[in-house]
């Protein structure tokens, strides 16, 4: 690496902190990975449903939301989305984050009014 690069960002984001930059709102890319059963259930306003297996169908879009802000990727624990955010960082995409602990810690921690499920 040279000097003067920028250290990614960790590949995991807690709860807290997104909740912080929710509440300041900053501009970030909200990506859900559940399937669509699991989003009617419980879903996060102005994030984009991409469920698991078609993220690969769904890269050029991704990369161009990638340009403009960070993209946090979650699921419902938090399992799905770090396999999601690896395979974006491995395909250009170093300012993914994956949500601990997924939405399933944020109706918890940040939002009681999202049901868990």
Not at 42 to 67: C, F, K, N, Y
Not at 89 to 97: D, S, T, Y
């Amino acid at each position: 690496m040279h000097s003067g690069c920028q250290s990614p960002s960790p590949i995991e984001i807690s709860v807290e902190e997104a909740g912080a930059i929710a509440a300041r709102g900053e501009s970030v890319a909200w990506i859900d990975v559940r399937e669509p059963e699991e989003h009617a259930i419980a879903h996060l306003p102005g994030a984009e449903l991409i469920p698991m297996g078609s993220v690969p169908q769904h890269l050029q879009t991704l990369e161009r939301l990638s340009d403009d802000k960070p993209l946090i990727v979650f699921c419902h624990h938090g399992v799905r989305s770090l396999h999601v955010t690896a395979w974006l960082r491995n395909h250009g995409i170093e300012n993914a984050q994956s949500l601990q602990g997924g939405i399933d810690a944020w109706s918890r921690l940040i939002d009681p009014a999202v049901p868990r499920y």
